[in-house]
């Protein structure tokens, strides 16, 4: 049995103030093996996975500039992604190595915790073969990207509550040139972030091993 995650709302937190906040998490995970999640949201940026290629930004310096969007390269596997307010960012900081899972097994779990979140919201989500992350008919509501050293793991997911979607435009999401981006107020549900954290620790806490009172079920 593990140890219950730590839960960590940081509110709007820049990218770079999270990524020395997730750095610190990773070497307390590393020495003491205590596990933490970082929630969050992020302003306007635009972040860049291993694999990201150069057609993946869809506009100009300037262009971002004036819309006050960051740009960043980032260890996570996968391409470009948008992040900004009113987008559920999870970055789960969790040894991996002493549960013996692996990466897929672990990408798997995250989209759970976003299908479930939505579940909530009233939107039903599901895997698609296009990408990992999670789907909707209307588009693809959720994105994973993570990266392991020394088996604990780093970065997370990003779901789409009720984020401005016209910052997906400045990109090919995830690398795709067609795919439409949607989000849970998109696809009706009417909640905001806030109204979703609770049910977003308790989804957490029940996929990566801890349980929280009583996890049957999730309400709104």
Not at 35 to 47: F, G, V, W
Not at 101 to 112: N, S
Not at 158 to 164: F, S
Request: glycine share 12%; net charge neutral.
């Amino acid at each position: 049995m593990h140890e219950p995650i730590a839960w960590e709302w940081l509110g709007l937190c820049a990218y770079d103030d999270a990524m020395v906040r997730q750095e610190d998490a990773w070497r307390t995970c590393r020495i003491a093996g205590s596990e933490r999640c970082l929630a969050l949201e992020h302003p306007a940026t635009i972040t860049f996975g291993r694999r990201a290629a150069s057609g993946d930004l869809r506009t100009s310096a300037a262009a971002l500039r004036e819309r006050g969007v960051i740009c960043r390269e980032t260890e996570r596997g996968g391409r470009a992604t948008y992040h900004g307010p009113g987008q559920l960012v999870l970055y789960p900081i969790v040894d991996l190595g002493r549960r013996g899972w692996g990466a897929a097994r672990f990408v798997g779990l995250l989209e759970d915790i976003m299908r479930e979140i939505a579940a909530a919201a009233g939107v039903d989500a599901w895997r698609d073969g296009r990408g990992r992350g999670v789907w909707t008919a209307a588009g693809k509501l959720g994105s994973v990207g993570i990266r392991i050293r020394e088996g604990v793991s780093m970065h997370g997911l990003a779901l789409n509550v009720d984020v401005d979607l016209s910052g997906f435009d400045l990109i090919a999401p995830c690398g795709m040139e067609m795919v439409r981006m949607t989000s849970l107020r998109d696809a009706g549900a009417q909640v905001t972030l806030r109204d979703l954290l609770p049910v977003a620790e308790r989804a957490l806490r029940r996929h990566l091993g801890a349980v929280v009172g009583s996890a049957s079920e999730v309400h709104l």
